[in-house]
């Protein structure tokens, strides 16, 4: 089977991070800005960033409305941080005009756990990685209040939330992107290939 082209959603944040990630974990990796470019991927990363900031270009590119149907009929998405923030049906404490695109049935908390200064490394234990904790950075990062009996919850921190997936869809509070671990995009890789 041939390689899998994963798209990195770039209108803000960490989208080089995941670039990288990807091809380490054996995908063909592009940024995605526009549109028409939705039609040549197996799957996309929404990166760590501000959310209420990609809430905006999404909008601004004309991108936030075919996003929102790509999600719901199948399109693997993985989301870290502010990608989270985006993949959940309903924010509790959004900003003004910030619209998510949906996919995963969650409700989550923008950071819950604390401002910048409050960022911290964790070692968390996620079902369905082998070869123990993967290193969680936590920079401004949501987590998840509440989920849908459809959700599965892939890992917890301190009694809170941080991992789930719902069928193609996945989602962490923290950034893998940025550890040189490649053990979660590789799990995202398997899920787009899976979907093929
Ligand atoms: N590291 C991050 O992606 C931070 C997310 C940011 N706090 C937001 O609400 O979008």
């Known amino acids: 089977m ?18 990288i990630a990807l091809a380490a974990a054996d995908a063909v990796a592009r940024p995605v800005r526009r549109p028409e470019e939705l039609a040549e991927i ?22 936030a409305e075919p996003l929102r149907e790509r999600i ?10 502010a990608g989270l923030i985006m993949l959940a049906e309903k924010i509790l404490d959004p900003r003004s005009g910030q619209e998510t695109f949906g996919g995963i049935d969650m409700i989550v908390r923008r950071n819950a756990f604390g401002r910048q200064n409050e960022s911290f490394e964790a070692g968390v234990t996620v079902e369905g990685i082998e070869d123990g904790p993967v ?13 849908g009996a459809e959700v599965e919850i892939l890992a917890e921190h301190e009694g809170h939330i941080v991992a789930v997936r719902q ?5 962490t509070s923290f950034h ?9 995009h590789a799990l995202f890789v398997d899920m787009v290939r899976a979907a093929r």
Do not use: N
Not at 72 to 81: H, Q
Not at 176 to 184: A, F, Q, V, Y
């Open 42 to 63: 197996d799957g996309l990363v929404i990166p760590g960033g501000e959310s209420t900031t990609i809430s905006k270009l999404a909008d601004l590119f004309g991108m």
């Open 135 to 147: 290193e969680g950075v936590f920079i401004r990062a949501p987590w998840v209040e509440s989920v």
């Open 2 to 19: 041939s390689t899998p082209v994963i798209g990195v959603l770039a209108l803000q944040g960490d989208v080089r991070e995941h670039l």
């Open 176 to 184: 893998p992107e940025l550890t040189g671990d490649h053990r979660i």
């Open 72 to 81: 719901a009929a199948g399109l693997p998405v993985y989301g870290t941080c």
């Open 167 to 171: 069928g193609r869809v996945l989602a």
